[in-house]
């Protein structure tokens, strides 16, 4: 099985990078979300007695009791001083395989600071870069998401072409045009694309395109805090009301995205239930 998309990405990967806030006597946090396959992980740092503390957890909010999932770990800290990158202080902080279950939806690990060659008392001039990097080695008791190949076509399937930056994306003119009044008045209504089998499109860029069709299409698919605002924007570029449902659901229910942020957005894109929920 390939487990590549077509930008190189493995499927069975993905990271998570955040940022602490300058270091100080209060215990504060930060915390980072990702999807791999389906599979909700988050990462929290917290700073605290003159040391980070890095709590990975799996599938957390899930009350199925028959899963398990095994993952290779990485986590690399870096500190940043006067919004450089320090190089010469990156530290790996672990390299493990760990397998999550039921019983074990989390690991913690600590490091203090003069592991990573700072001075307590220029503690409070930096703050941290953190990168989580994931690879899952066996998933059990777990539906995995789809993920469709929209560079291949599908002759039972695709019945059209869309051109972005010079690269072919086949779909199916039909689903478009159920979730987009842009496409069903481009195929369906009186423009010159009308029985054409390939369209060019200019407005958006190749991957933003791709995670619009992931969320047309029955993939399983989780919006997440990176993503969010390219795809309000393709779904308002496409009057694509259901994906722009989709992204204020969303954004009503995270916390890691400042309220003054949602607010912007909800103005913009006319996100009622959001400026009201928030």
């Not at 998309?5 to 209060?26: A, P, R, V, W, Y």
């Not at 869309?162 to 779909?171: A, T």
Request: charged share 30%; proline share 1%.
């Amino acid at each position: 099985m390939n487990s590549k998309l077509e930008n190189g990405q493995d499927i069975f990967c993905g990271s998570m990078k955040l940022f602490t806030e300058h270091f100080n006597e209060i215990r504060k946090s930060t915390i980072s979300y990702v999807s791999i396959l389906n599979i909700p992980w988050n990462m929290k740092v917290s700073e605290t007695d003159k040391k980070l503390t890095f709590k990975l957890s799996c599938n957390e909010n899930t009350a199925n009791t028959m899963w398990n999932c095994k993952a290779d770990v990485e986590i690399y800290v870096k500190p940043i001083l006067d919004g450089k990158i320090e190089y010469s202080k990156i530290e790996k902080v672990l390299d493990d395989q760990k397998t999550f279950d039921y019983k074990n939806k989390h690991m913690e690990v600590s490091i203090g600071v003069d592991q990573l060659g700072l001075e307590t008392e220029t503690l409070e001039n930096y703050h941290f870069e953190v990168q989580t990097n994931l690879r899952l080695k066996r998933i059990y008791g777990y539906r995995k998401r789809k993920v469709l190949d929209y560079t291949v076509e599908h002759p039972r399937f695709s019945n059209g072409v869309i051109v972005i930056d010079e690269r072919k994306i086949y779909v199916n003119k039909q689903i478009l045009a159920m979730h987009s009044k842009y496409f069903n008045n481009l195929f369906f209504g009186d423009f010159n694309e009308k029985g054409q089998s390939t369209v060019q499109i200019h407005e958006v860029s190749y991957e933003g395109f791709i995670t619009f069709l992931d969320f047309i299409h029955p993939t399983g698919r989780r919006i997440e805090s990176s993503f969010v605002e390219g795809l309000m924007e393709v779904a308002d570029l496409f009057m694509a009301d259901r994906v722009m449902e989709y992204c204020e659901e969303f954004l009503i229910k995270t916390e890691i995205i400042e309220k003054a942020q949602k607010m912007i957005w909800a103005e913009k894109y006319s996100l009622h239930n959001l400026m009201v929920g928030s």
